[in-house]
């Protein structure tokens, strides 16, 4: 059943309060609202759509809602969809952002990040243990997964890492083709196999605004560089080339353009840059950010606003406030983040369903996705040695902070992993936890 453009609307205002969970969670969501509830897009057309979202770099449950979105009302209902799914949690953060650099080291505050950051650690570890399960099913996965981990641990750039995996993926498939047998993409709530696309084909005969045509690309393609151009233009002639806020537009496009494997895979690159390579952020500020971005909804990459908002808070002294920087910070990153993942569905949507055909990147992307795998681990591994060390040396006065942290990670990974709980249930037991133990002198 096709739906009035009023009623898509209604949902995708009601989806971006809705969409807690991460991306498994959120395309979950989707797909039960859209396939199962609705009956707005069949079984096929959805899993045709995941396949193509799940080949791109950036955040997929983003752009499945812009894929849906542009299937059922055009290129206007794909923006509204996708801006409708972002726009709640970004106003949340900044507003959280604003709070955060104000009061946030009030005791208030301060209880509760004691509870969140660990919480957070189990979070990406019980993300990490997922995807594992499902991607690590032959000897060569686990080896480019522990390449990938020693790769971040010493410090190689997280482009290099995946170039390096999508090649060893190439050379696998050019001369020894049988080694991805075992597909890692099996279930739609993750990766999707691509041995669904066979009924792909019986989907029924597709919308006129969906057909190819190189005059939709060519106005879609110069559309989409325009976009990217025009604000960049403005932000050199206003502020300068060198400053802070055309260096972060420039950052967030290569991240938005570079990380394959979603949130999670973005994460650990823009952690490396902003307290290793430029030392813009300390790695308790970037852990103050994921805790507050895990509290709204919304793609799990929406931390980048929160970025960009502490970065030029912090460092811009070509505006006279510093919180009119910080938002205009935020602003940016959201833009030149969220970018891309738009331009992609609009420029490639139409090749994908008029061409029907099996995508043929899957072991390339199994590669990639063994890599992702290495890298979550890595990100595990520094929340947590983050949270349980926060100071350099372990002494008597932080052992209660250690034993406490320790505890919140093993009940929330515990929850999560075995007990199929919501990450809402448990981001809420870690705030009355942390609020509770502060209260009886936790610092």
Not at 105 to 128: D, R
Not at 196 to 214: A, C, D, G, K, Q
Not at 294 to 301: A, C, K, M, Y
Not at 334 to 350: A, E, H, K, Q, Y
Request: some cysteine.
């Amino acid at each position: 059943m096709q739906p009035s453009f009023r009623q898509a609307l209604g949902f995708w205002f009601k989806l971006g309060f809705i969409s807690f969970g991460g991306p498994a969670g959120q395309i979950a969501t989707v797909h039960q609202e859209l396939v199962e509830n609705k009956q707005w897009v069949s079984e096929e057309r959805f899993l045709h759509a995941l396949n193509y979202c799940m080949l791109l770099p950036g955040p997929e449950a983003l752009q499945l809602v812009i894929y849906m979105g542009w299937l059922m009302h055009r290129t206007i209902g794909g923006l509204i969809a996708g801006i409708f799914f972002i726009l709640p949690a970004i106003v949340l953060l900044i507003f959280l952002s604003i709070l955060y650099v104000l009061y946030g080291q009030s005791p208030f505050a301060t209880g509760i990040l004691i509870g969140i950051k660990p919480a957070v650690t189990a979070i990406v570890i019980a993300a990490g243990y997922r995807i594992s399960k499902k991607i690590l099913k032959k000897p060569i996965h686990y080896v480019i997964a522990c390449l990938a981990f020693i790769g971040i641990q010493l410090h190689m750039p997280y482009p290099e890492i995946i170039i390096g995996a999508a090649l060893i993926g190439f050379v696998l498939q050019r001369f020894y083709p049988n080694v991805f047998a075992t597909t890692a993409h099996s279930e739609p709530v993750n990766k999707v196999s691509i041995a669904s696309s066979e009924s792909l084909h019986e989907v029924s005969r597709s919308p006129h605004h969906t057909i190819f045509t190189w005059q939709k690309l060519l106005i879609t393609l110069a559309i989409s560089i325009t976009a990217w151009v025009l604000p960049l233009a403005v932000l050199m002639l206003i502020f300068g080339a060198d400053t802070i806020f055309t260096k972060l537009a420039l950052f967030f496009t290569k991240a938005a353009l570079l990380t394959f494997g979603g949130a999670y895979a973005v994460l650990p690159y823009v952690f490396q840059a902003m307290v290793d390579n430029f030392h813009w952020l300390n790695a308790s500020q970037m852990m103050d950010g994921l805790a507050l971005g895990e509290t709204t909804p919304g793609p799990l990459i929406i931390v980048v606003t929160f970025v960009g908002f502490v970065v030029t808070y912090s460092h811009s002294a070509w505006l006279n406030s510093h919180l009119t920087a910080g938002i205009l910070g935020a602003l940016v990153v959201s833009w030149f983040t969220f970018l891309p993942s738009f331009c992609f569905i609009f420029i490639g949507g139409p090749l994908i369903e008029s061409s029907r055909k099996e995508l043929r990147l899957i072991p390339i992307l199994n590669s990639i996705t063994c890599a992702v795998v290495g890298v979550i681990t890595s990100l595990a591994v520094f929340f947590a040695s983050h949270t349980l060390f926060p100071e350099s040396l372990i002494s008597i006065d932080n052992i209660s902070h250690i034993t406490f942290s320790l505890g919140i990670i093993l009940v929330a990974a515990t929850a999560l992993i075995s007990y199929q709980q919501s990450i809402f249930k448990v981001m809420a037991f870690a705030i009355l936890s942390g609020s509770i133990a502060y209260q009886f002198g936790l610092r």
